[in-house]
C-alpha cells in the first residue's frame, strides 16, 4: 500500500512538473547564442564583462574563453546555454535573476550585485532583449 502511495504521489509531481513546462516558451538556443550570449561579452564602462566573473567561482557559471578567443564555441554555448536555463523566469522575465542581479534596485532589481549594476532601467535594450528570448523570442 506504501509503495502504491509513494508511486501515485511521484506521478502527480511529474505530472504537475510537466504541465508548468508547456504552460511556459521554449527558449531557443539560436536566439540565446546569436543575441543573448554577446551581451555577457559586452564591455561596460568601470564594470568588469559578465563572462569575467561568472566564468569562475560563482553559482551562475559560464564557460571560460579559450586564450585569444573572442566568441564560444558551439559546444561551450550549449554549456552556457544550459547554465543560464537554472535563471530564466520564462513566465516573467523581470523576476528572473538573470535580469534582476545586475539591474539597479530602483528599477526592481536585487539590491546587491558584485559585479554591479550593468542596467538602469527594464527599458534597457540588453534586458529587453534577454526578455524577447524568455518569452521565445527566435
Not at 504537475?16 to 550570449?37: L, N, Y
Not at 553559482?59 to 566568441?71: D, N
Not at 523566469?89 to 536585487?110: K, T, W
Request: glycine letters at 8%.
Amino acid at each position: 500500500m506504501a509503495r502504491i502511495l509513494v508511486f501515485m504521489m511521484a506521478a502527480l509531481l511529474a505530472a504537475g512538473s510537466t504541465a508548468g513546462a508547456q504552460e511556459s516558451p521554449a527558449v531557443d538556443f539560436g536566439f540565446f547564442r546569436a543575441r543573448v550570449e554577446p551581451i555577457f561579452l559586452a564591455k561596460r564602462k568601470g564594470l568588469a564583462r559578465c563572462y569575467v566573473c561568472h566564468s569562475q567561482g560563482t553559482s551562475y557559471r559560464l564557460q571560460p574563453l579559450q586564450p585569444g578567443k573572442t566568441a564560444w564555441t558551439e559546444q561551450e554555448s550549449r554549456l552556457n546555454y544550459e547554465a543560464t536555463l537554472r535563471f530564466v523566469a520564462a513566465a516573467n522575465p523581470f523576476e528572473s535573476r538573470l535580469v534582476r542581479m545586475p539591474l539597479a534596485a530602483e528599477a526592481g532589481g536585487i539590491a546587491f550585485h558584485p559585479g554591479g549594476k550593468h542596467w538602469e532601467s527594464r527599458d534597457a535594450p540588453e534586458i529587453q532583449i534577454i526578455a524577447a528570448w524568455m518569452r521565445g523570442a527566435k
